[in-house]
């Protein structure tokens, strides 16, 4: 993970709130609903579809939500991620803020898909990419609001004071832990794959006439792959071994943290971090027309054998591993076999791979920096609404790069289950076999 410099603070609000809103849903059984034109509740569903926040419960977080970029509810009806000019990305609902009062009004029906940061590389979480923060100046300095009050007294102080919250904690220490990996597309035209991102990510090892990449947006018609979310969810049990001291004195490693997603980072908000093969694995027209070394190809190759090829024509990365292994870390495991023993690391530093995170201060804008994508909690029993859509990554004929997204989402749209719980009578379902065809 990279260390990011000090950003304004996210404010926690009561924990009273926080046990409301992310206490755990228990596991159950439920058939579709028959109501498939709200937000897909009845029957035994029970889990409401996601929505997007309210204003008051983004400033009582610390962001501001006049800053939000590509909010939904407010633009992107139509466009990206929907795949048809008559899809809709979200849609006014009534029962938003009866379910949850911290939500308004606007149900989200594109749900994109990601891999599960746990070393599976299980195509299981599903998040709505709500909106967008390019600057950290979309972070609140100074906010105070009185919750509770009876008569002009008591109640509770919700605020933040020169960029802390009452915990005195800042943005960094809870969304850094929390990133997302978005893969642009880095095919430039005419079968060049740009070796460098273009903007303040530029790869400083090649020459300054490089073709770069864009950076400006990650919508997925720019991504080559399919979103990895790392959520580095705790066990209260310190069943992960998580050092949670938060200090390097004592922890042998500075990323290890005291903070869950569901439980700390109430807005869902992901720093990007985006990734993307080097010069050394696509080579470089600009540098004496480089070519790709050998040992980053006969890797590629095993890349493409594993999980196949993205829009690019390169590998799928799914895990942090097989990431870290190419960028030439040792990560303690040959995540590409045994005839890969070694992580490839070159002259220059690099590897095969390289990652890195946009200018906290708005330089690339509009680029995003931060997303606010909070992942559904348990998208099973009513979370996935009938008249949702999945939005992942798809070559030109509409194939899936990775089809197990759709399996899943279909699985859990017909049954409110993953496939994995289905009975065998389930898993023969036409109607399923419908819905994972046609998504």
Avoid at 217 to 245: E, H, M
Avoid at 262 to 284: E, Q, S
Avoid at 386 to 403: E, H, I, K, M, S
Wanted: proline fraction near 8%; hydrophobic fraction near 35%.
């Amino acid at each position: 993970m990279k260390n990011i410099r000090k950003l304004t603070s996210l404010l926690m609000t009561m924990f009273a709130v926080v046990a409301i809103l992310f206490v755990g849903v228990p596991r159950a059984t439920a058939q579709r609903a028959d109501n498939t034109s709200g937000g897909g509740l009845g029957g035994s569903e029970f889990n409401p579809p996601p929505c997007d926040y309210n204003d008051t419960f983004y400033m009582d977080n610390g962001a501001d939500p006049s800053q939000l970029q590509g909010r939904f509810g407010i633009s992107r009806q139509f466009g990206p991620p929907a795949r048809s000019s008559r899809q809709a990305n979200w849609v006014a609902d009534a029962n938003c803020s009866t379910n949850d009062p911290n939500r308004r009004n606007f149900r989200i029906l594109a749900t994109t898909g990601g891999y599960i940061d746990d070393g599976t590389g299980n195509a299981t979480d599903f998040i709505s990419l709500i909106a967008f923060l390019t600057s950290q100046e979309a972070f609140e300095t100074s906010y105070s609001r009185t919750v509770g009050a009876i008569g002009g007294s008591g109640g509770s102080v919700i605020s933040i004071s020169n960029s802390q919250n009452p915990r005195n904690i800042a943005m960094q220490d809870i969304v850094s832990n929390f990133e997302a990996y978005p893969a642009l597309k880095q095919a430039v035209g005419h079968g060049v794959l740009a070796p460098t991102p273009c903007g303040s990510m530029f790869d400083p090892n090649i020459p300054l006439n490089s073709p770069c990449f864009s950076v400006a947006s990650v919508a997925t018609p720019s991504l080559r792959q399919d979103w990895r979310f790392a959520s580095n969810r705790n066990a209260i049990d310190g069943s992960d071994n998580n050092c949670i001291a938060n200090d390097p004195t004592v922890c042998a490693s500075n990323s290890d943290s005291p903070f869950g997603y569901f439980c700390d980072d109430l807005l869902g908000v992901w720093i990007n971090t985006y990734f993307w093969f080097t010069h050394h694995a696509v080579g470089n027209p600009a540098n004496n027309n480089e070519q790709p070394d050998p040992l980053c190809g006969a890797m590629m190759q095993q890349l493409i054998s594993m999980h196949g090829t993205n829009l690019d024509g390169t590998g799928v990365i799914i895990t942090a591993n097989e990431l870290n292994f190419l960028e030439g870390k040792d990560v303690g495991a040959t995540p590409l076999g045994p005839n890969f023993p070694n992580p490839p690391l070159f002259s220059d530093g690099e590897g095969c791979t390289a990652e890195g995170q946009l200018d906290t201060g708005g330089a690339d804008a509009p680029g995003a920096v931060w997303d606010i994508c909070p992942t559904i909690p348990d998208p099973r029993s009513g979370a996935i609404a009938q008249d949702a859509f999945l939005d992942t990554v798809r070559f030109p004929n509409g194939t899936p790069v990775d089809n197990r997204f759709n399996a899943d989402f279909a699985c859990l749209q017909v049954f409110g289950l993953f496939c994995s719980e289905l009975t065998p009578s389930q898993r023969s379902s036409p109607r399923l076999a419908f819905v994972t065809s046609h998504d």
